[in-house]
């Protein structure tokens, strides 16, 4: 590895992974809560039987997740960014998303 | 010495997977925390890098491996609708329902959160590589991803861990 190298890459590659990944991780959580609120949204995850919704529910998450990415990535790349607030923006939506995924929270909302 | 199919499946996500990533994130953490030039010569960043690279990718692949193998094999056996499933036996008694509702609920959609952040963790130190060493807040913002992915894990693990002795998959 060249660290000379690696200490001019700009910080925007970070902040594009940091903030897809919690964007994923919020879509998870928010399809957990939503599917207990919509039965229609409930059988329109379970793209397998066996499986039921989790499948769709994570399948999405990851989806979303890989294409914010790769957006991100190529707007990003090169860039300086505030990384801080972005940061920041990311830590609130993965606290986001593990509550929404929290069962007394999605539960609350069940029909 | 016999084991199901079932069985060993089970044991192949949350034994091996499972455990291998939850072992692996003492290792990682400690060499992402450790990456700072007061602490380590430039030489020595470097010597480190490429088996922090492969320890960091070893833990995301296993979480990725852990997720798909319990929720595309095991899971489908668990909640099969016959009476005999783990799902439907915790579920008939009001005294093992909670494992159910509350411990299965949350160990599987939360256990989804671990590869995505491993993921997104091990590809920046693998992108910035050396230089992490310089970029603190960036090395910072890894080791908090990469604690949430554990603590994400073991949630799933412990929760698993008492469900297959409480309903175990057959």
């Known amino acids: 590895m060249n660290a000379r190298a690696d200490s001019a890459k700009a910080d925007g590659v970070a902040a ?67 990384f801080s607030a972005i940061y920041t923006v990311s830590l609130i939506l993965i606290a986001l ?15 | 010495m016999t084991m ?7 044991v192949l996500h949350g034994m091996v997977f499972g455990t291998v990533f939850l072992l692996a994130f ?15 010569t430039g030489a020595g960043i470097r010597e480190r890098m490429k088996r922090l690279v492969i320890g ?12 798909f193998s319990g929720t595309y094999i095991v899971y489908p056996w668990y909640r099969a609708p016959d009476p005999g499933s783990p799902r439907s036996f915790l579920l008939a008694n009001a005294d093992t329902k909670a494992w159910h509702t509350f411990g299965m609920e949350w160990k599987e959609h939360v256990g989804w959160f671990a590869p995505i952040l491993a993921t997104a963790a091990a590809f920046i130190v693998t992108y910035y590589g050396a230089s ?35 309903a175990p998959i057959q």
Request: proline share 3%; net charge positive; hydrophobic share 60%.
């Open chain 1, 16 to 82: 594009a992974a940091v903030l897809a990944s919690a964007i994923g991780v919020f879509i998870t959580g928010s399809l957990t809560t939503l599917a207990e609120i919509s039965q229609l949204l409930k059988t329109a995850l379970a793209w397998s039987g066996a499986v039921g919704p989790l499948i769709g529910k994570t399948g999405v998450g990851v989806i979303v997740w890989l294409i914010v990415w790769s957006i991100l990535h190529a707007i990003w790349r090169g860039k300086e960014v505030n």
């Open chain 1, 97 to 111: 998303g593990w509550l929404l995924t929290f069962p007394p929270v999605f539960e609350a909302f069940s029909g």
């Open chain 2, 4 to 10: 199901t199919e079932r069985e060993f499946w089970t």
């Open chain 2, 26 to 40: 003492a290792g990682g953490f400690a060499g992402v925390w450790s990456l700072k030039p007061e602490l380590i």
């Open chain 2, 56 to 67: 960091m990718w070893t833990m995301a692949i296993m979480a990725w491996l852990t997720v």
């Open chain 2, 132 to 166: 992490l060493a310089e970029k603190d807040r960036l090395r910072k913002a890894v080791l908090v991803l990469f604690t949430i992915a554990c603590a994400a894990s073991a949630v799933a693990g412990l929760f698993g861990a008492f469900l297959n002795k409480v």
